[in-house]
């Protein structure tokens, strides 16, 4: 089991169940609701995810066609992103686990939008 909760503690969920496929995405969308060089995901099914405070603090917008990505609406903090509601899976942004999450995550996607000034690691390391 997973745990997590935004910057002000509101909102706390529960992770019941794996997650996997993690990703830093560097698309220039994530890079906005991040407040930063890119956005770091993984995936878990959605049937596995619970709010369990503060559920009612959860705001949700729609950043492109069938996409929700949602905060907290007290303090901002991204917490998921999503497919419509039809999808079985859901993305969590690492940021926000108290859970030790401890598989590195080395995929990282979107990259022909990255930031500039970041620097992606070299695959010859």
């Known amino acids: 089991m997973y745990a997590g ?16 496929d993690a990703s830093h ?27 369990t405070e503060g559920a009612e603090y959860v705001a949700s917008y729609t950043s492109s066609p069938m996409v929700q990505r949602t905060f907290c609406s007290v303090c901002g903090s991204t917490l998921q992103w999503m497919t419509d509601n039809k ?14 999450y401890r598989t590195p995550v080395r995929k990282h996607i979107y990259v022909d939008t990255k930031a500039p000034w970041n620097d992606l690691p070299s695959d010859d390391g």
């Open 87 to 100: 999808s079985e899976v859901l993305s969590v942004a690492l940021g926000t686990l108290d859970t030790p």
């Open 5 to 20: 909760s935004c910057l002000c503690g509101k909102v706390k969920y529960a992770i019941y169940g794996e997650l996997d």
């Open 25 to 51: 995405c560097h698309c220039t969308m994530c890079q906005k609701a991040h407040g930063a060089a890119f956005g770091s995901y993984a995936n878990t099914a959605r049937s596995a995810f619970r709010f």
